[in-house]
């Protein structure tokens, strides 16, 4: 079966640096590739899609690229902020399909 | 302004309880689905409902029921909790198919944390 797969490393970095968070898939293309964001204690808020035919979206500081040779989604927060901190999911699937869940990569962003 | 809503936000029970979770949405959405988020922060869907039906059935025990009495509400009522049920259960919902082919996102509730003792 297909499983999404994201570092389950904290990954610190510094405001204002360019955050890259990594989304490997196995087995075949999913047809979208999902990435949302999760504070603690709270549920996850979607940020981008992007389909399998799309090499790259963005929105705002937000790019997400999806590289079906290299199995991998690639997540970048540019100019980062420490608001960015949080968790960030990467799942496929779309619509009324279930969304398989990586198991999230935690992001610091300190001043 | 709520767009999906859970209660109760904490439950704590005794194992061998029977407890539910209800679950709502104001978006106008046909589908909607219900998520586990264990201790180590894995997200595993349980189950969906489309247009009231279910179409969605992951492996999980007999002693989870869900209820989708119309499309903006979906219950969740577990019997004979177990010490392996706490966790946080999210409520989430989802436009199946929007106009020109696209595919939306899912809106996720704020989560209802359970505890087992």
């Known amino acids: 079966s297909q499983k999404i797969e994201q570092n389950s490393e904290a990954l610190n970095i510094q405001e204002g640096k360019t955050a890259t968070l990594t989304c490997n898939y196995t087995n075949y293309s999913p047809a979208y590739l999902q990435w949302y964001r999760q504070d603690p204690g709270r549920g996850p808020v979607f940020l981008l899609l992007?389909?399998?035919?799309?090499k790259e979206k963005r929105k705002e500081r937000l790019k997400v690229t999806f590289d079906t040779t290299l199995k991998q989604s690639l997540f970048h927060i540019t100019a980062s902020q420490p608001a960015d901190s949080a968790t960030y999911l990467c799942?496929?699937?779309?619509?009324?399909?279930?969304?398989?869940f990586g198991t999230g990569t935690r992001l610091l962003v300190s001043p | 302004d709520t767009a999906v809503s859970q209660t109760p936000k904490y439950l704590v029970t005794q194992m061998g309880n029977d407890k539910s979770i209800k679950c709502e949405q104001n978006l106008g959405h046909d589908t909607m689905y219900w998520y586990k988020q264990d201790s180590k922060k894995f997200l595993k869907i349980m189950f969906s409902?489309?247009?009231?039906?279910?179409?969605i059935n992951e492996t999980v025990p007999n002693r989870f029921s869900p209820k989708s009495p119309d499309k903006a509400h979906l219950n969740l009522h577990i019997n004979s909790l177990e010490l392996g049920d706490s966790a946080v259960y999210f409520c989430a919902s989802s436009q199946t198919l929007l106009a020109g082919g696209r595919y939306n996102e899912q809106f996720f509730g704020p989560g209802t944390r359970l505890t087992v003792l």
């Open positions: 799942a496929r699937g779309a619509g009324f399909q279930k969304l398989v």
């Open positions: 409902y489309n247009n009231k039906e279910l179409i």
């Open positions: 992007i389909r399998e035919n799309e």
